[in-house]
């Protein structure tokens, strides 16, 4: 039931492991009372902000909603509201420009998978890749700065921690169905540090209650490759 102090949510997406994952990792994170929705598509498509999800409807005791859209929105706004990025804005934009780039490595990979001809596949998914080399490198090189902790920044389950995990789970996990060898190209690139962090992530007390009932990043970038058929 929301409080005065503490309103529920509902978290509206698709009924699968895509942009909303960072979303339902925060909400779980935060300890907050949410449920998810998986509206009929494309029939639901125009009751929707912009026609698009994931959707986040922030009900309150007096019966008003508050109605956000767009998955980096989303986060930043749940990050704020529960204290999982700094209030001080030049430590917040470090965490969301790792965010941001995790963004356009996504739209890469996506133009890689929809390309018309072989020849723009094979020129989207260099793209990718090389991209995907750049941000396993900057990421390594923050976690070593922060003393290879498990984290991003500090001691604790930070922003970044978390829409990083997200991304890794959306490629490696959430799109093995569209690309059955993603876990053969992204899991060679994973550097120890950051494997690390996706293990420290799903161990998380704050996680658990999830992680209980979502698919596993860590088994499947720790599973050894010759066990895999």
């Given at each position: 039931?929301a ?22 990792l ?14 009929e ?54 965490q ?21 001809s ?22 390594t ?15 604790k ?14 490629i490696v996990?959430?799109?093995?169905k569209?690309?059955?060898n ?30 209980t009932r ?16």
């Amino acid at each position: 039931m929301a409080t005065n102090k503490n309103p529920q949510y509902i978290l509206r997406y698709f009924d699968r492991i895509g942009v909303a994952e960072g979303s339902k990792l925060l909400l779980s994170a935060a300890n907050v009372e949410w449920t998810e929705e998986h509206p009929e598509w494309p029939q639901e498509k125009s009751n929707q902000p912009f026609g698009r999800m994931p959707v986040l409807i922030e009900k309150h005791v007096d019966d008003t909603d508050f109605v956000i859209c767009e998955s980096g929105n989303i986060e930043r706004y749940l990050a704020r509201a529960y204290g999982f990025i700094p209030s001080d804005i030049r430590q917040a934009a470090f965490q969301e420009q790792l965010r941001d780039q995790t963004s356009d490595m996504f739209a890469a990979f996506i133009s890689q998978l929809v390309a018309k001809s072989e020849e723009d596949r094979r020129e989207n998914f260099a793209k990718f890749d090389g991209l995907l080399d750049k941000l396993v490198e900057v990421q390594t090189k923050q976690i070593n700065a922060n003393g290879n902790n498990g984290h991003l920044f500090g001691d604790k389950l930070s922003y970044a921690d978390i829409v990083t995990y997200a991304f890794y789970k959306i490629i490696v996990v959430g799109m093995v169905k569209r690309q059955a060898n993603i876990v053969d190209i992204v899991k060679p690139k994973l550097t120890p540090q950051l494997i690390k962090l996706i293990t420290a992530v799903e161990a998380n007390p704050l996680l658990s209650s999830y992680m209980t009932r979502s698919d596993s990043l860590a088994a499947v970038v720790t599973k050894p490759t010759s066990a895999r058929l």
